[in-house]
């Protein structure tokens, strides 16, 4: 049953002359008083969701955007300052890319903030995605498979770091602690100051492909999984829950189907869905822009990734469009009743499903940001909140 509504926000500006016939990824480039402009808009949404009664508010770590996308490059240290202005809601770290951090670092500003806050920052971790980013700060990114097997290493010391008063760690990467003599003694054991004070972590992490090896490893250290909503496509998010089940009954573990999971969506209210496709259109399409070129898109070739990079061309060709998007039910548009329709059906498909992320797409302006969730605060929670509410009387 569907009970915690979050949404995620990557930290994108207000942009103007969205979608194909707009203005070229790699041509856009903003002054550093528009790119600050994001953590007012954060702001503005943690607390109104924390208002409405949402479960969590989640930000993105990325690095080095000046086209305005992804500008919130210390998800703890704003996690830090929104605990601060709100009451209940949560903050998530949707994700810390762990190849750009050493572990301990990120052990020891997790624990502070849990701390700081009573408890109300969300874990998780990423691999990453631009290779302008991990590169960057020294590690592979290109080289998937080194990627991957230094992500796990970092994961590993993560979780030691966490569980255990004192520990010490020896691979590929990392040797901990530093065999050097300290205070007349040889250093064989290390202490993570502070631990965090809620145990075991939360810790929640993105599914893209969706391999064994992946979900095995994520089991394993009792991570749960985000599941966005283009993997809607083609029944490929249906096969990542089932191999997800598979994964935890390797270790022992029977879930029901959804469970330990979130469904990741975009989603745009309206009066009905062909003005939502009207006003939302543009904005899918700026989000395809962006993360089709990343990769992140698998079903574009490599002919219509050059493509979206004319805006003369884009607008004619056969691209991804949003109609696609919704009718394969990765986007949620149209009116309240729709989405909650929706909704539902994926409860009675998924009954181990609790969470549901709902967010905007790159380029949508604060005003409408905050319209959107405010409508969807108002008309779509309360189905499900109700429900909740009604749960224990039910079970006597």
Request: net charge negative.
């Amino acid at each position: 049953m569907i009970t915690k509504f979050d949404s995620l926000f990557a930290g994108h500006i207000d942009m103007e002359n969205a979608g194909y016939g707009g203005t070229a990824v790699n041509d856009r480039r903003f002054p550093n008083e528009d790119l600050a402009t994001v953590f007012d808009k954060a702001e503005g949404m943690a607390k109104l969701m924390d208002r409405l009664g949402y479960n969590a508010f989640w930000m993105a770590e990325h690095h080095f955007q000046h086209e305005g996308y992804e500008c919130i490059p210390n998800v703890l240290m704003a996690a830090l300052h929104l605990a601060h202005l709100t009451r209940n809601i949560k903050i998530g770290c949707g994700f810390n890319i762990t190849p750009m951090w050493h572990p301990l670092r990120l052990v020891e500003d997790y624990a502070t903030a849990d701390i700081l806050t009573g408890g109300r920052v969300i874990f998780g971790v990423g691999r990453g995605y631009h290779t302008r980013e991990v590169e960057t700060f020294g590690s592979p990114l290109l080289d998937q498979p080194a990627n991957r097997v230094l992500f796990e290493e970092q994961v590993d010391l993560i979780f030691k770091a966490f569980n255990n008063e004192s520990f010490s760690h020896e691979g590929k990467h990392y040797t901990i602690p530093a065999r050097v003599p300290y205070r007349g003694y040889d250093l064989k054991e290390l202490t993570v100051v502070p631990r965090p004070l809620r145990l075991p972590v939360e810790c929640w992490q993105p599914i893209q492909g969706g391999t064994a090896r992946a979900m095995d490893f994520m089991a394993k250290h009792g991570i749960r999984g985000l599941i966005g909503g283009g993997s809607a496509e083609g029944g490929a998010m249906h096969r990542v829950v089932l191999g997800w089940q598979e994964a935890h009954a390797r270790i022992g573990k029977q879930l029901e189907m959804g469970e330990r999971l979130c469904f990741g969506f975009h989603f745009y209210l309206a009066k009905n869905r062909e003005q939502g496709i009207r006003e939302a259109g543009k904005y899918y399409e700026e989000n395809m822009k962006m993360f089709g070129e990343l990769r992140l898109v698998r079903a574009l070739s490599d002919e219509q990734i050059e493509i979206m990079r004319d805006p003369k061309r884009a607008p004619y060709a056969k691209l991804p469009r949003i109609e696609d998007a919704i009718a394969n039910g990765g986007v949620l548009c149209g009116s309240p009743e729709q989405v909650i329709e929706h909704l539902k059906s994926l409860e009675r498909r998924y009954p181990g499903l609790d969470h549901v992320s709902v967010s905007l797409s790159v380029g949508v302006p604060k005003s409408v940001c905050l319209e959107q969730l405010e409508w969807f605060g108002k008309e779509v929670l309360p189905e499900f909140q109700k429900a909740k509410v009604a749960e224990p009387a039910f079970a006597n």
